[in-house]
């Protein structure tokens, strides 16, 4: 028999001498170890959610890597590569990647009757992927891309229909300056799309890559760069190693030079902010696990100054040290089990609430969300509730030491 377990059990279910000092500290105990551990969840499940949720919001635009021209990479020109079939091929038999497009980029204004714009726009092929758009249509539906033909439709953002007034089905003009020259065509606009990210939404207008490439006056096997997509997004590095051995530095026939870059690369102001947040969650974890060790600490002095009597008594019959500062870990391990209990219980039902009901909002043109994003990993609550038991035990010690060193002689004058 666990003799230390059997005393903690009964001081913990308030059986004993009779003193109920202890009732209310065990409450208080137990509160700070469940809204700790709570907020510690909330907030590794928003900041995880945020953060992905962007990612995959700048991924959508482009790509994980790019393959591009050395100058379009390094600067704001964009300057073609070849993108023909044996070198599509090369890319697609990369260890880890997953899908490879073709895009072309040219810039042109966006007219109507009363009012003009300036955009980007970014040729696809039908190899395109279009998941991310689909995600985020607001009216109308995707064009059928091509790469060998024109199909005179465009797909515009929220941003860009509400400043001109379109709607999907709009006639709009567009005109573009080509080796001195002006040209114009006529679209329709198929649908309309809106990911709040404002980057992208302000510029970005989505047309068929033959299009683009013929108004940029190039060949028809060549592009601005390819986007390749990869299996797992923890793999980056090391495919963007493989990527670089195959093409970077390499020329292609017409003379230009392929290059490669990373998503992140790509987008260092995005990405150096969302690396800030990991900071944020570490200042929340920290300051929880303090609240969450000072409560315990408080709680037990409390418990043991009630029970100095119950200890004299304990040592008197030949109980050791040990088995006394057992006695109370054990104890302290029940008000923190409970607490964990709890506060898991709070913690993720607050972020299956928001999942699923999206009640916290937020405004889009600051953080990018309509609603605070959440992201349930489990593995990582595992490891957040093993990190809050261990760290709240060991601040525990010390204050059982306390509990071992009462002698029975004290013990008895003790009131």
Same mark, same amino acid.
């Given at each position: 028999m666990n003799f230390p377990l059997f005393i903690a059990k009964k001081i913990y279910?308030?059986?004993?001498?009779?003193?109920?000092? #202890?009732?209310?500290?065990?409450?208080i105990a137990t509160v700070g170890v469940a809204l700790g551990l709570a907020v510690m969840l909330v907030s590794v499940a928003v900041v995880l959610g945020f953060k992905?949720?962007?990612?995959?919001?700048?991924?959508?635009?482009?790509s994980d890597i790019t393959v591009a021209n050395f100058f379009t990479l390094q600067t704001a020109d964009t300057k073609p590569i070849q993108l023909n079939d044996s070198m599509m091929t090369v890319l697609k038999r990369i260890d880890g990647v997953k899908h %490879?497009?073709?895009?072309?980029?040219?810039?042109?204004?966006?007219?109507?009757?009363?009012?003009? *714009?300036?955009?980007?726009?970014?040729?696809?092929?039908?190899?395109?992927?279009?998941?991310?758009?689909s995600r985020n249509m607001v009216e109308g539906s995707i064009p059928k891309f091509s790469s060998e033909k024109s199909g005179n439709k465009i797909?515009? #953002? @929220?941003?860009?229909?509400?400043?001109?007034?379109?709607?999907?089905?709009?006639? =709009?003009?567009?005109?573009?300056m080509t080796g001195g020259d002006v040209r114009m065509r006529k679209?329709? =606009?198929?649908?309309?799309?809106?990911?709040?990210?404002?980057?992208?939404?302000?510029?970005?207008?989505?047309?068929?890559?033959?299009? %683009? /490439?013929?108004?940029?006056?190039?060949?028809?096997?060549?592009a601005?760069?390819?986007?390749?997509?990869?299996?797992?997004?923890?793999?980056?590095?090391?495919?963007?190693?493989? =990527?670089?051995? @195959?093409?970077? @530095?390499?020329?292609?026939a017409y003379g230009e030079t392929y290059c490669s870059a990373t998503v992140e690369e790509l987008n260092p102001q995005i990405f150096s902010w969302l690396e800030l947040l990991d900071l944020n969650v570490w200042i929340i974890l920290a300051l929880m696990v303090c609240v969450t060790g000072f409560t315990m600490i408080s709680g037990l002095?409390?418990?043991?100054?009630?029970?100095?009597?119950?200890?004299?008594?304990?040592?008197?019959?030949?109980?050791?040290?040990?088995?006394?500062?057992?006695?109370? *870990?054990?104890?302290?391990?029940?008000?923190?089990?409970?607490?964990?209990?709890i506060g898991n219980i709070l913690g993720i039902g607050i972020c299956l609430i928001q999942h699923y009901t999206g009640i916290v909002k937020l405004d889009p043109t600051i953080y990018? =969300?309509?609603?605070?994003? /959440?992201?349930?990993?489990?593995?990582?609550?595992?490891? %957040?509730?093993?990190?809050?038991?261990?760290? #709240? %035990?060991?601040v525990l010690i010390i204050p059982s030491f306390l509990a071992s060193h009462i002698r029975p002689a004290q013990s008895m004058r003790y009131e």
């Open positions: 279910n308030g059986e004993g001498d009779g003193q109920k000092v #202890s009732r209310p500290a065990i409450r992905h949720t962007i990612r995959d919001k700048v991924v959508g635009f482009g %490879v497009q073709r895009y072309a980029m040219t810039q042109g204004i966006l007219k109507t009757d009363s009012d003009f *714009l300036g955009v980007a726009f970014k040729g696809v092929g039908e190899e395109f992927d279009t998941a991310f758009l797909l515009v #953002s @929220k941003i860009m229909s509400d400043k001109l007034n379109l709607h999907a089905g709009s006639k =709009v003009y567009g005109y573009f679209y329709t =606009v198929s649908g309309v799309y809106q990911t709040n990210l404002s980057k992208y939404d302000e510029t970005m207008c989505f047309a068929d890559l033959y299009s %683009v /490439v013929k108004l940029n006056g190039w060949e028809a096997d060549q601005t760069g390819a986007e390749l997509s990869i299996n797992q997004y923890d793999q980056l590095n090391q495919v963007l190693h493989s =990527v670089t051995k @195959k093409v970077n @530095k390499h020329l292609d002095l409390i418990i043991i100054l009630e029970r100095v009597q119950m200890i004299g008594v304990l040592k008197a019959l030949g109980a050791r040290n040990g088995m006394v500062r057992h006695t109370f *870990l054990w104890f302290a391990i029940f008000i923190i089990g409970k607490g964990m209990i990018y =969300v309509a609603e605070a994003p /959440v992201e349930i990993n489990i593995p990582l609550f595992l490891l %957040v509730n093993i990190a809050t038991l261990l760290v #709240s %035990v060991l």
